[in-house]
């Protein structure tokens, strides 16, 4: 079983930048891909970020230029750099492996 915990979110202010962490353990060897999440309040869960074991990235068109994904397989922790950031990005965020979820990290992007 694999286990994720998310950590990094806080209150920034726009055009401001955070690094979200996702600690992965467990049977780290089933994992193929590793994503980003997000859920805004009173709106459904969206895909931000994907990163294949090949090193592929892919992002939502939403983050593209802004968000970069990221991981340390010495460290077995994937990142999220956010950058430029924007108050629609005001979101939980989660990190996700197979079916498996973390906790989510809370981002508040205001002035």
């Known amino acids: 079983q694999v286990q994720l915990v998310e950590s990094g979110g806080g209150l920034v202010q726009p055009g401001g930048s955070l690094r979200l962490s996702c600690a992965v353990s467990g049977t780290i060897a089933s994992i193929n891909t590793m994503r980003w999440y997000r859920q805004a309040p009173g709106k459904e869960r969206e895909f931000v970020a994907i990163?294949?074991?090949?090193?592929?990235?892919n992002y939502a068109d939403s983050v593209k230029g802004r968000f970069t994904i990221s991981r340390d397989s010495a460290k077995n922790t994937v990142y999220l750099q956010l950058n430029s950031l924007k108050p629609e990005d005001t979101a939980v965020y989660y990190c996700?492996?197979?079916?498996?979820w973390g906790q989510g990290t809370p981002v508040t992007v205001s002035s």
């Open positions: 990163i294949f074991n090949s090193g592929i990235t």
């Open positions: 996700n492996a197979n079916t498996v």
